[in-house]
């Protein structure tokens, strides 16, 4: 006794489930990349050719145009004047012990501008590092 089936099996693929997660993909990968911008600030740092990480840092940026920038950790940078430098970076040793201080500075900046934070950091032991890109 041979029974049949009343319905045939359909052997076509269906995309349409597989759109929907391409373009959701796409969606999560397009916001993503931009919430990831290190550092907004438009800057040609100086060569170098070693190349090392620290953690946790505060970061100090001078642009060409000779504004300060000051962030910590991931927060994004905000314009500080030069006498409101050093309080911040005290504020936040004390809050993170164990921090580097990151000096980014345009390869354009004054060399007495860099000599003035680094001051600043020798004069309450911080930790510097100074920001390059590395040597091609």
């Known amino acids: 006794m041979a029974l ?3 319905t045939k099996i359909n052997e076509a693929f269906s995309m349409a489930s597989m759109t929907d ?3 959701l993909l796409l969606i999560f990968f397009m916001v993503t990349s931009t919430v990831v911008t290190p550092n907004a600030i438009k800057l040609t740092l100086p060569q170098s050719q ?3 990480a620290a953690k946790p840092l505060t970061r100090v940026t001078i642009d060409a145009n000779l504004n300060y920038y ?3 950790g991931k927060q994004k940078e905000q314009t500080v004047s030069f006498e409101q430098i050093a309080p911040f970076l005290q504020e936040r040793y004390n809050d993170e012990p ?4 990151a000096l980014y500075a345009d390869e354009t900046v004054p060399y007495r501008e ?3 934070i680094l001051n600043i ?8 590092v100074l920001v390059t890109r590395p040597q091609k």
Do not use: G, L, S, Y
């Open 114 to 116: 860099i000599v003035k």
């Open 121 to 128: 950091a020798n004069e309450n032991n911080f930790r510097m």
């Open 70 to 72: 000051v962030a910590f």
């Open 50 to 52: 070693k190349q090392t």
């Open 98 to 101: 164990e921090m580097f201080v």
């Open 21 to 23: 997660v391409i373009f």
């Open 4 to 6: 049949k089936r009343r």
